[in-house]
């Protein structure tokens, strides 16, 4: 492929793409109108009288007493996990928090790795840490395998002009999530956050 092919498959690709959002905004402007206009939608509340502008944050470093792999056949969502503290937590030159106090969190989520390089990912979520508050606990942890995406997709694009070949790239397979104790999981504390 010479230099003024690829000039003109970029040029439109973006032409294609910008009509494409265009026509996307149009349609769900339409179905506002269609649809949406005459219901009784009823706005997200918040909690206003929680304050959350103060920004002092305590790193709290966790491990876990498990090996969590997406290889695990008992693996399933809102699974228990109990995890130990790193080291101590200091706020104000005193220890909130002491080295191997067991916390608990769950398994949000997990998602399998996947064709053309998607990696697998595992989400933990509603760390309970004994002695802090978890309304002031700011606190998902994300870990993923090893992603070959940016890899397969122009291996994909520069062999797609081989007929059959290009699809070939679909079965190249991320690499899996696995969270062992040599992880360090890191939640945020807010001692300030509360009531105004």
Do not use: C
Not at 79 to 107: D, H, M, S
Not at 169 to 192: E, L, Q, S, W
């Amino acid at each position: 492929m010479n230099r003024l092919s690829l000039k003109i498959l970029f040029l439109f690709l973006i032409t294609f793409f910008s009509i494409q959002s265009s026509y996307s905004e149009i349609l769900h402007d339409e179905f506002i109108e269609n649809y949406l206009s005459d219901k009784d939608i009823t706005p997200i509340t918040t909690n206003l009288d929680y304050d959350y502008t103060e920004f002092d944050r305590i790193p709290i470093k966790l491990q876990t007493l498990e090996k969590i792999s997406l290889k695990n056949k008992n693996l399933y969502e809102n699974k228990k996990l109990e995890l130990r503290v790193k080291q101590n937590v200091k706020y104000n030159n005193k220890i909130i928090l002491k080295q191997g106090t067991i916390a608990t969190a769950e398994i949000q989520t997990y998602m399998t790795r996947g064709m053309n390089g998607v990696p697998g990912a595992i989400i933990l979520d509603n760390f309970e840490i004994p002695g802090l508050d978890k309304s002031k606990l700011k606190s998902t942890y994300i870990k993923k395998g090893l992603s070959l995406t940016i890899f397969v997709l122009p291996l994909k694009w520069a062999l797609t002009p081989i007929p059959g070949v290009g699809s070939l790239t679909n079965f190249i397979i991320g690499g899996n999530a696995n969270i062992n104790d040599k992880d360090t999981i890191i939640v945020y504390y807010y001692p300030n956050w509360g009531k105004k």
